[in-house]
Every structure is written in structure tokens, then in C-alpha cells.
């Protein structure tokens, strides 16, 4: 099946995608520092550069896109077109993500994985349900947790 856009507006609209302050990762930031958590932004002296990193409780937070990292939800679906490259891209996604969590891990560093479907926008109290379970995480010692809507 071929693509509903034209190549240049879909190289624009891929342009567009950002890396960094993504909606979901803003708005756990923003709760995060909201119940008086400080914390470091993409430190890249970090395997990983993880999102959000809190010094004080030796914790890296990962805030991932259930379809960039590959996540089986119901967000993720697989291009019908080159089909290929994406299945080898988020392929080389989820290996690196490994990776940098084995290193974290080596490093005596604590990591959090929150999937994009757990921020349901539109809930204020899924957000904060979330939330609470991440500080739970944050305060309790545990090495390390996954997040999802599932």
C-alpha cells in the first residue's frame, strides 16, 4: 500500500519528531518536580542519556515511545512500508535500550522504563497513579521497574 503523503511531507513530518521534551516526558518532569524531586536532564556521562536523572536516589528514568522503542502495546504497529528498515531500526532501539540498561546496572545505578501508553494524556488520575508508583519505585531501593498501560 502506498503512503498518503508525498515523500517530502512525510521527511518533513519525520523532521518534526523530536528526541527530547517530548509530551510524556515533560509531563513527568513536571510532576516529578511538582512533589519536590530535583533532578538532571539527559546526562551525557550516562549510558543511555537517560530523560530524567535523580542524583540524590542514584536513579536513571527512561521515558520511552511504545513505537520507537518497540513496545507490545497497542500504540506499536509495524510500517506496512519498508517494512525492513523498521523492523531492523527498532531492532537496534530495544539493543541499545539493553545495553545501557546493563551498564546502569554495572554502574550500581537504579533505572525506570515509563512507556508512552501509561500517560494517558487526558487522565489526571492515571498520571497520577503513575506518579505514585514511580516515587514508591524512587523511595523503596528496588533496582528497577517498567511502567506500561497495560
Not at 39 to 64: E, Q, T, W
Amino acid at each position: 500500500m502506498a503512503d498518503i503523503v508525498s515523500p517530502q511531507k512525510r521527511s518533513q513530518m519525520m523532521a518534526g519528531i523530536r528526541g527530547k521534551d517530548t509530551k510524556p516526558e515533560l509531563l513527568v518532569r513536571r510532576e516529578l518536580h511538582r512533589r519536590g524531586f530535583r533532578f538532571r536532564l539527559h546526562r551525557k556521562d550516562l549510558p543511555g542519556r537517560p530523560d530524567v536523572f535523580l542524583a540524590k536516589f542514584s536513579a536513571a528514568i527512561f521515558i520511552n515511545g511504545c513505537f520507537w522503542h518497540g513496545h507490545d502495546c497497542k500504540h506499536f504497529r509495524l510500517p506496512k512500508t519498508n517494512t525492513q528498515f523498521w523492523k531492523d531500526k527498532i531492532e537496534r532501539n530495544r539493543e541499545r535500550d539493553l545495553i545501557a540498561r546493563t551498564r546502569l546496572s554495572e554502574l550500581g545505578i537504579r533505572h525506570a522504563t515509563v512507556w508512552e501508553c501509561a500517560l494517558q494524556y487526558n487522565q489526571e488520575n492515571v498520571t497520577s497513579e503513575l506518579l505514585d508508583r514511580i516515587c514508591a519505585w524512587l523511595c523503596s531501593g528496588s533496582n528497577e521497574i517498567e511502567l506500561d498501560g497495560l
